[in-house]
């Protein structure tokens, strides 16, 4: 299992490579004029997503941009983290059921109440 880091990285390295080849092939086949106009933003974007790569933590003690998104974890560090939420979600899935059987307890004796 990849840190979240690595796989942010790739992917908008990713898309940013895409758009960086779409513009290639816009240019080459002459559909994007050398004059600036809304095509340009396909540029544009490649370059904000190539900053975004370059942006993103590769060890876990380094603070960036997106770092509070793409948090460099080792595996240990992320099993530990998956673990965690599995366990508050199962807490929360039980605390849900209490609340349920609470509210069926006090709708049964209020029925009863009533007849």
Same mark, same amino acid.
């Given at each position: 299992?990849?840190?979240?880091?690595?796989?942010?990285?790739?992917?908008?390295?990713?898309?940013? &490579?895409?758009?960086?080849?779409?513009?290639?092939?816009?240019?080459?086949?002459?559909?994007?004029?050398?004059?600036?106009?809304?095509?340009?933003?396909?540029?544009?974007?490649?370059f904000?997503?190539?900053?975004?790569?370059?942006?993103?933590?590769?060890? &876990?003690?380094?603070?960036?941009?997106?770092?509070?998104?793409f948090?460099?974890?080792?595996?240990?560090?992320?099993?530990?983290?998956?673990?965690?939420?599995?366990?508050?979600?199962?807490?929360?899935?039980?605390?849900?059921?209490?609340?349920?059987?609470?509210?069926?307890?006090?709708?049964?004796? &209020?029925?009863?109440?009533?007849?």
């Open positions: 299992m990849d840190n979240p880091a690595a796989v942010g990285r790739r992917l908008f390295f990713a898309i940013a &490579s895409a758009l960086f080849l779409v513009t290639f092939l816009a240019l080459r086949d002459g559909r994007l004029p050398l004059e600036f106009n809304v095509g340009w933003g396909i540029p544009i974007a490649a904000f997503f190539l900053g975004l790569g370059f942006s993103v933590p590769m060890e &876990s003690s380094a603070e960036g941009l997106l770092a509070r998104w948090p460099a974890m080792d595996e240990g560090k992320l099993a530990e983290e998956v673990q965690n939420e599995v366990e508050d979600s199962l807490k929360d899935g039980n605390l849900g059921g209490a609340w349920a059987q609470l509210e069926e307890a006090m709708l049964t004796e &209020s029925i009863g109440e009533s007849e």
